[in-house]
């Protein structure tokens, strides 16, 4: 496989390069990437250091690096741009066309798209975090009136940090319910969720992975063994289905792939965007 080395380059945090870098870069599987950040390069050394890490790169690997960035100041790009790498301008590339639609000029600001913008937002952003943490496995099912979605699964299917992306980047209240032994064995929701049917939502999982994830914690024990988890897996796709519950299958996809999909598919919103 072909090895090339990607760097992300921000002045601010490199979120945003990041992000669109690695979707670009996600199109060219055959391409085994190196990704470096290398964020708040706000200065003429940090810029010339950088400069030296990417021809180092260049050198080792045989090949001109990728540089993203999303680089403010004039200097500090035109510095870049001597470098021996490929560099894509992120800002030039779409805020200089989207100018001239608009006709105005962009302001330029660092860190514009992740700054605290309103005190509000940012305090229901760091609300919704706390609520995920202290509803995390059933911990206080009082509080699911206040919950945007709940999410179902048996143990190790993803439900936890499902929750805490969801609340962290779209400011969703999101608990999660293991689903028990008492439940698989009677085959049946908890009663206390019917009242909250509208906002369940199911995650499921290939046994074999969920035995493979299991094993890391508890090795060799029936929690672990695959008959165990094929049976668990089997009962609560069976509940999911009778019970009318919509569910996603976890095994192959990324949290942030979980997550997005269960927004779309629940009609939730971002919150504070």
Do not use: W
């Amino acid at each position: 496989m072909n090895k090339r080395t990607a760097f992300f380059i921000s002045d601010g945090t490199g979120i945003t390069a990041e992000a669109l870098g690695n979707s670009l870069l996600a199109q060219f599987e055959e391409i085994n990437f190196e990704k470096v950040t290398l964020p708040y390069i706000d200065n003429v050394p940090k810029a010339e250091a950088a400069i030296k890490q990417i021809n180092d790169a260049c050198m080792a690997d045989g090949a001109r690096p990728i540089i993203f960035d999303t680089i403010v100041n004039e200097e500090i790009r035109r510095i870049l741009s001597q470098s021996d790498g490929f560099k894509i301008d992120v800002f030039s590339t779409f805020l200089n066309p989207l100018e001239n639609e608009l006709q105005t000029r962009s302001s330029y600001s660092v860190g514009g798209s992740h700054a605290i913008g309103e005190v509000n937002r940012y305090k229901d952003r760091i609300d919704s975090v706390n609520y995920a943490l202290d509803n995390d496995d059933g911990g206080r099912i009082q509080q699911y009136d206040r919950a945007d979605i709940i999410l179902l699964g048996v143990s190790r299917s993803g439900k936890t940090p499902t929750c805490l992306y969801m609340a962290m980047q779209y400011g969703i209240r999101a608990a999660n319910y293991p689903l028990t032994e008492d439940d698989i064995h009677h085959r049946k929701l908890p009663d206390f969720l019917e009242v909250h049917r509208d906002k369940l939502y199911g995650l499921t999982i290939e046994p074999f992975q969920l035995s493979a994830i299991r094993q890391e914690r508890r090795p060799n024990s029936r929690y672990a063994s695959l008959d165990q988890c094929d049976t668990e897996v089997r009962v609560v796709e069976r509940i999911f289905r009778e019970e009318g519950i919509r569910s996603i299958n976890t095994t192959t996809f990324s949290i942030e792939e979980i997550a997005t999909r269960i927004m779309a598919d629940a009609g939730l919103k971002r919150k504070g965007a």
